[in-house]
């Protein structure tokens, strides 16, 4: 397993990469972003009157976050419709970052369309191949960024047929910024093979805006901007920080999965 202090020996090594792949990333999501941005400058802002009540960021004392469920599936199978408040915020870009556990074009594209709410806009299929293809060239910097040392890792032919990319989200920390915009940290393990015998386990952070946007599913919270703090520009990455230890993350607790174990 790569840990975070064997990342963090190889960051000097691997600054040019990450920068390229920060670059990257934000051309790949431009499009998605350009769309929401649009539809939203033609909605009706949330007025102080309609804001959901204010709710602090979990305290160390907190137990466990248990992630709310979604009153709705969109395309069948992607929980959506969450309250319209911080810990429905919370959830939502929960659900989004479990729905990226995977290395299925198809499905990049289903989840990153659901959660950005555009899964109604006409966006032209050459388009969202190029920003999933894109994507995943984003996931195999990040891969042979990562990887152990020692390993072989082929970044022309990722995602092979049999790779694989799971994502279990473990801790959550939130700010709300405003009355409508809340700032979402999820502490993950991912498992990841390559397909072609790598296979190694990660921490990772993923950060997301998450918005209230009226005008998506009658109402719901869409990822506005995505923040992982590994695509920030000279980010450090500190081992303290990939630690349930660490009192600024709150465990996350699924229920349903206890009950089948």
Known sequence: MSTPAQIAARAARTRRRLLLAAAAFLVVLALVVGWLLGRAGTAQTPTASSSPQASPAPSATADAFVPLAGENLALGQYQVNYPRTPEGAVSAAIAAVQALSTNDAQALADALTVYHGLENEQIPSED??????????????????????????????????????????????????????????????????????????????????????????????????????????????????????????????????????
């Open 128 to 261: 969202l191949e190029e920003e999933i293809e894109g994507f995943l060239k984003v996931r195999a910097h990040g891969i042979d960024r990562d990887r152990p040392e020692g390993t072989v890792f082929d970044y022309e032919k990722f995602p092979a047929p049999a790779s694989y990319f799971y994502i279990t989200p473990i801790g959550v920390w939130w700010e709300e910024t405003d009355s409508f915009t809340v700032d979402v940290r999820i502490l993950a393990t991912e498992e990841i093979s390559d397909g072609m015998g790598l296979v190694f386990k990660r921490r990772y952070i993923h950060g997301c805006l998450m918005r209230w946007e009226p005008s998506v599913r009658s109402g719901d919270w869409v990822i506005e901007e995505v923040r992982d703090p590994s695509m920030q520009d000279f980010y450090a990455p500190k081992e303290e920080d990939y630690t349930l230890d660490n009192p600024n993350w709150t465990p996350i607790s699924f229920p349903e999965w206890d009950d089948s174990e």
